[in-house]
């Protein structure tokens, strides 16, 4: 029996008076891979940060299992000008690590070579290697990721979505993710949440394809969709 992780209750979400999440409730589940879409504005990286605990719903609860260990990247992250810190330091920072882990962790994400640089002068695609890094070497039993490979090229993009799943095949790992790549989504989640302020559908990629509300927002983006599903299924 899969046991329930993390829950969102009736969550609901104002911000300047404006309905950015509304009565939203889900499970993630042991086994489970979610993949969280929505369109720009929908109030995604709203419901992780509240998730997370970052900031506080106006209504309902968040429920977590005492056993979740957490990994997570945010969508945002820019380190600060004024306090410079290493890659390794910065992976160390609150999480003990043993140096066999940093080495196999660093070595899969491809970033062995930076970890002494300084973490304020890295690209934006390598500071995504970096938060998946530490993300990873928590130990999670659950991912939570906010668009974890933004700002890689294609091969990086690969590379890191096929990361992600085998944590999550190999180790038993539940996920929720966010990402625009509908793609990779109807290939790899085992359900996805189509957010708009208020959950559209929710359910297994095939039976979210078929979904009206669905359809209609990603209506531009169906056709190519559809070909290369129904090609690989
Ligand atoms: N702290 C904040 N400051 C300004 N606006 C906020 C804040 N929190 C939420 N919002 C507003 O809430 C709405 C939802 O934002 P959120 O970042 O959750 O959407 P999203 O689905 O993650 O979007 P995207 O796909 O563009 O990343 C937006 O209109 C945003 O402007």
């Known amino acids: 029996m899969s046991e329930v992780l993390i829950s969102a209750n009736h969550v609901s ?6 309905k ?4 939203v409730s889900f499970e993630l589940r042991t086994g489970e891979f979610i993949t969280l879409i929505g369109p720009n504005g929908a109030g995604k990286s709203s419901l992780i940060k509240i998730l997370l605990e970052l900031i506080a719903p106006d209504d309902g609860k968040i429920k977590k299992s005492k056993y979740i260990r957490l990994g997570y990247t945010p969508q945002k992250f820019i380190p600060n000008e004024f306090i410079p810190i290493s890659v390794i330091d910065f992976l160390k920072l609150n999480q003990k690590i043993n140096t066999q882990s940093l080495i196999n ?3 899969l994400t491809g970033i062995e ?9 890295l690209s934006g695609g390598e500071i995504q290697r970096v938060l998946l890094t530490r993300a990873f070497l928590a130990k999670p039993n659950v991912l939570i990721l906010d668009e974890p490979v933004q700002n890689l090229d294609v091969n990086g993009q690969m590379h890191l979505y096929k990361l992600i799943q085998d944590i999550h095949n190999q180790q038993n790992c539940a996920v929720l993710m966010v990402s625009h790549d509908l793609h990779r989504v109807m290939k790899e989640s085992t359900q996805v949440l189509c957010l708009y302020h208020h959950i ?9 394809l078929k979904n009206a509300q669905f359809n209609h927002l990603f209506a531009d983006q169906m056709d190519e969709l559809m070909a290369t599903y129904k090609h690989k299924h």
Do not use: R
Request: charged letters at 15%; glycine letters at 6%.
């Open 113 to 121: 070579t930076l970890l002494h640089l300084s973490l304020k002068n």
């Open 13 to 18: 979400f104002s911000h300047h008076g404006k």
């Open 20 to 23: 950015v999440l509304d009565d």
């Open 105 to 107: 962790t660093t070595t």
């Open 200 to 208: 559209c559908c929710m359910g297994q990629p095939e039976t979210i």
